[in-house]
């Protein structure tokens, strides 16, 4: 099955700086990685997704880089702020045709200090 | 609209008591899913199910049942539970094939189960 590792597990920066997530994944067929987002107490939600046929996404202030032939996908915050403080999870799936759960990495715990 | 609920939002359970845990989406999705979630651990899939009627077990699936008999409700069981069941639950719901955004996952609130 796909294995999904994740680093750093813990992340400071000084708001303003920029923050950078790795993931890698062992499923040479995965071609969907999403990244969610999960507040102290609450729910994961969703915050930016990438396709295989897809090397960059962006959304403001974050972006998502893929490499699939490293089997590496990359999550980059820019000009963090207070509230971008918290745990955010990568995952990989087959996704497309026939059916696949998501296999999240273990988290990565994102504190940015005024 | 509503969204993903989850019943209880707590519990504390004796080691053997049994319960259930209540999901209920409100947006027609196809696939539904029970995560737990562990410090350092993630989220780890226990069992999910891709229409009514139809289950399949998760990476985690020991020591707990689930049903889906309606399209918008998924129940997780634990017929007796046990201290390492202690978790906070996550159930969560995608639209399925077809639908352009299929794989994402919509996630309840969560429920924090303890077991004594």
């Known amino acids: 099955g796909e294995n999904v590792e994740q680093h750093p597990s813990t992340l400071s920066v000084q708001e303003g700086d920029s923050a950078v997530i790795k993931c890698t994944y062992s499923?040479?067929?995965?071609?969907?990685f999403p990244w969610y987002k999960q507040e102290l107490g609450k729910r994961p939600q969703l915050i930016i997704d990438?396709?295989?046929?897809?090397g960059e996404k962006k959304d403001q202030r974050i972006a998502v880089t893929l490499n699939k032939t490293a089997k590496h996908f990359s999550l980059h915050i820019t000009e963090t702020q207070p509230e971008d403080s918290a745990v955010y999870f990568c995952?990989?799936?087959?996704?497309?045709?026939?059916?696949?759960?998501?296999?999240f990495g273990k988290g990565t715990m994102l504190l940015v200090s005024p | 609209n509503a969204g993903v609920t989850q019943t209880p939002k707590f519990r504390v359970l004796k080691t053997g008591q049994s319960m259930t845990l209540l999901c209920a989406q409100d947006?027609?999705?196809?696939?539904m899913y029970w995560y737990r979630q562990d410090p350092g651990m993630g989220l780890r899939l226990i069992h999910y199910?891709?229409?009514?009627?139809?289950?399949a077990k998760g990476e985690v699936p020991d020591g707990y049942n689930v049903s889906r008999l309606k399209k918008q409700n998924f129940l997780l069981g634990l017929e007796s539970a046990a201290p390492s069941q202690t978790s906070v639950y996550f159930c969560?719901?995608?639209?399925?094939?077809?639908?352009?955004?299929?794989?994402?996952?919509?996630f309840g609130p969560g429920t924090r189960l303890t077991v004594l």
């Open positions: 990438i396709r295989s046929n897809v």
């Open positions: 969560a719901s995608s639209p399925g094939r077809g639908a352009s955004s299929y794989n994402e996952q919509f």
């Open positions: 995952a990989a799936s087959r996704g497309g045709s026939g059916y696949s759960t998501l296999t």
């Open positions: 199910s891709v229409g009514e009627g139809t289950t």
């Open positions: 499923d040479s067929a995965s071609n969907y």
């Open positions: 947006m027609n999705h196809e696939y």
